[in-house]
């Protein structure tokens, strides 16, 4: 049982490349989310989803894109690298009746 | 728009002493108020609050929910130095969500 792993742990991109941040549980949850974290700004909801074929936007979508074709994935796309997207990225999820969320260990992205 | 606010933001103190950490908020659809400790890496889970006035205790942490005025406090007693970390208090609102706070960065010095 790994819980909730995420890869790359750390990425340097140029501004405008694109890439995907990989997500994978394997405790069945149906809730699933990213979240960048900055200093002092805590964690940001990106996007989130309640189960599989079903996302949403979070506090701060733009630029980012997602998909939830199985329970297992939750992959974020980063359409056009930016500067401002420079952050940590952690992915978790839980299951519809759980308490708290369990977190991937994270993944540093740098943009030049 | 769901918001949640800590304090103190950092907080210095030595082993052996005891700290209470804040957490207020304003949330749509409640539905749980959690702590989380975070070290170097990913934040790992500490308490889930769902109803006023009941505490929940591991250790030398405890956290309380007060519904009515809407914040927790978290508290630690007896501070070792292995309890320097961020903080960060979240509230679960609708469809599990999470808004987190900005976090409290405790360091325990010897």
């Known amino acids: 049982n790994a819980g909730v792993t995420q890869t790359p742990k750390f990425q340097v991109l140029k501004t405008g490349q694109s890439m995907t941040l990989q997500c994978a549980q394997d405790m069945n949850h149906e809730y699933m989310s990213w979240y960048r974290q900055d200093p002092g700004m805590g964690l940001r909801l990106i996007h989130y989803?309640?189960?599989?074929?079903?996302?949403d936007q979070g506090e701060v979508p733009n630029g980012y894109n997602v998909s939830r074709s199985t329970t297992e994935d939750f992959p974020l796309r980063l359409l056009s690298a930016a500067p401002s997207q420079t952050s940590v990225y952690f992915c978790?999820?839980?299951?519809?009746?759980?308490?708290?969320?369990?977190f991937g260990s994270g993944t540093r992205l740098t943009v030049v | 728009e769901d918001k949640v606010v800590q304090s103190p933001l950092s907080l210095v103190v030595h082993e052996g002493d005891t700290v209470t950490l804040n957490c207020s908020y304003e949330?749509?659809?409640?539905?749980?108020l959690l702590w989380y400790k975070q070290e170097k890496k990913a934040p790992t889970f500490l308490f889930m609050l769902t109803s006023s006035g009941i505490e929940k205790k591991s250790g030398r942490l405890s956290s309380i929910l007060d519904k009515k005025e809407l914040f927790s406090i978290l508290n630690i007693t007896a501070t070792q130095t292995g309890d320097s970390a961020i903080y960060l208090c979240?509230?679960?609102?609708?469809?599990?969500?999470?808004?987190f706070g900005q976090g409290t960065i405790l360091t325990v010095h010897p």
């Open positions: 949330v749509t659809n409640f539905r749980s």
């Open positions: 979240a509230v679960e609102g609708s469809y599990g969500k999470l808004t």
């Open positions: 989803s309640v189960g599989a074929g079903i996302t």
């Open positions: 978790a999820s839980r299951n519809s009746q759980g308490y708290g969320y369990t």
